[in-house]
């Protein structure tokens, strides 16, 4: 091969050679950004579980207490009574007298609760009064008295098989917002069993 054919086949190829490094360079910067380009997500996460969110119903129900209101009147402030009975289509109406006997003006606001019992001490017999009507808070002054209007079922008026008819001696009495109760004589007939058919007691509230 003669000196010229050397010189021309070097000068032909350099360029190539050229071309072929160019390429190469192309194509790794062109992988660097694909990859650089990728999301990377393990550096989205946290770096500790937070804690979870306390919502404001659960908040409501940790925080929330019953404050007695101290001007309500106590048991130990009332004496209970049943007043004259009047009759109705088969059933009783009996007014519950609350009567303030402290010196301070105390306030009843609602309905009391009211349920059969067999013995001063005793469980409840059966299902207690449902409610009936509506009212607002009666202030009692010292010696004065309020009446809530109880009607007791005839409850032989029901069937025997859904009643289960059992002597009572008398009612049990929670003044309105009270915790404590008394008991009030009154000799009747209650039933043991409960149901939807079944209404022995009913109560209204408290008026002046």
């Known amino acids: 091969m003669s000196p010229t054919q050397t010189r021309r086949i070097v000068l032909f190829a350099a360029p190539l050679a050229t071309l072929a490094l160019v390429s190469g360079c192309g194509s790794d910067s062109s992988d660097t950004a694909a990859s650089s380009s990728v999301p990377t997500t393990t550096s989205a996460l946290p770096t500790s579980a937070a804690p979870a969110p306390t919502s404001h119903?659960?908040?409501?129900?940790?925080?929330?207490?019953?404050?007695?209101?101290?001007?309500?009147?106590?048991?130990?402030?009332?004496?209970?009574?049943?007043?004259?009975?009047?009759?109705a289509a088969g059933s009783t109406e009996l007014p519950l007298v609350f009567t303030n006997t402290s010196s301070r003006?105390?306030?009843?606001?609602?309905f009391p609760g009211v349920s059969y019992v067999t013995v001063a001490s005793g469980n409840p017999v059966g299902a207690p009064a449902t409610r009936s009507g509506s009212g607002s808070v009666v202030s009692l002054a010292p010696g004065s008295a309020g009446t809530a209007m109880v009607r007791a079922t005839n409850v032989e008026n029901?069937?025997?098989?859904q009643c289960g008819v059992t002597e009572v001696a008398g009612l049990q009495v929670y003044p309105p917002n009270s915790y404590d109760s008394v008991f009030v004589p009154y000799p009747t007939k209650a039933c043991s069993m409960t149901g939807a058919n079944i209404n022995q007691l009913s109560v209204a509230p408290v008026t002046s």
Do not use: I
């Open 57 to 87: 119903a659960e908040h409501s129900q940790t925080t929330m207490t019953m404050v007695p209101n101290p001007q309500n009147c106590t048991v130990g402030e009332l004496t209970v009574t049943l007043g004259q009975a009047g009759g």
């Open 105 to 110: 003006t105390c306030n009843l606001d609602g």
């Open 158 to 161: 029901y069937p025997a098989d």
